[in-house]
């Protein structure tokens, strides 16, 4: 089993920035491709970006291609997301996960149907 605790989300202004957290439990986070999804209400659950096992392979939605960065340290059984240059559509819960299925250390899940664990979301608000 495998637990993921996103940190980090808060009420920024405009043009700001955050960092995002996700530290997962287990001894194999190494072995998993990561990625960060988004909810905004009364839409659907999207992918942000997503990165691969050896972190070598990085994926980016159009939309946050520029100023977001994903990193992962396995050391720390963490991942994050640095989020630059916010924007009010930026506003939405962002949530953290793992698919546990490894697929080689290049690559990167992109679908939100490949990951098997979630986190609980950490809300993220961009608004003056």
């Known amino acids: 089993q495998v637990q993921l605790v996103e940190s980090g989300g808060e009420l920024v202004q405009p043009g700001g920035s955050l960092r995002l957290s996700c530290a997962a439990s287990?001894?194999?986070?190494?072995?998993?491709?990561m990625g960060w999804f988004r909810q905004a209400p009364g839409k659907e659950r999207d992918i942000v970006t997503a990165?691969?096992?050896?972190?070598?392979?990085?994926y980016y939605a159009d939309s946050v291609k520029g100023r977001f960065t994903i990193s992962r340290d396995n050391a720390k059984n963490t991942v994050y997301l640095q989020m630059d240059s916010l924007k009010p559509e930026d506003t939405a819960i962002y949530y953290c996960?793992?698919?546990?299925?490894?697929?080689?250390?290049?690559?990167?899940?992109?679908?939100?149907?490949?990951?098997?664990?979630w986190g609980q979301g950490t809300q993220v608000t961009v608004s003056s």
């Open positions: 996960a793992a698919d546990s299925s490894y697929s080689g250390t290049h690559y990167m899940a992109l679908s939100l149907y490949e990951y098997d664990y």
């Open positions: 287990g001894r194999t986070f190494s072995t998993y491709a």
């Open positions: 990165i691969s096992v050896s972190g070598e392979n990085t």
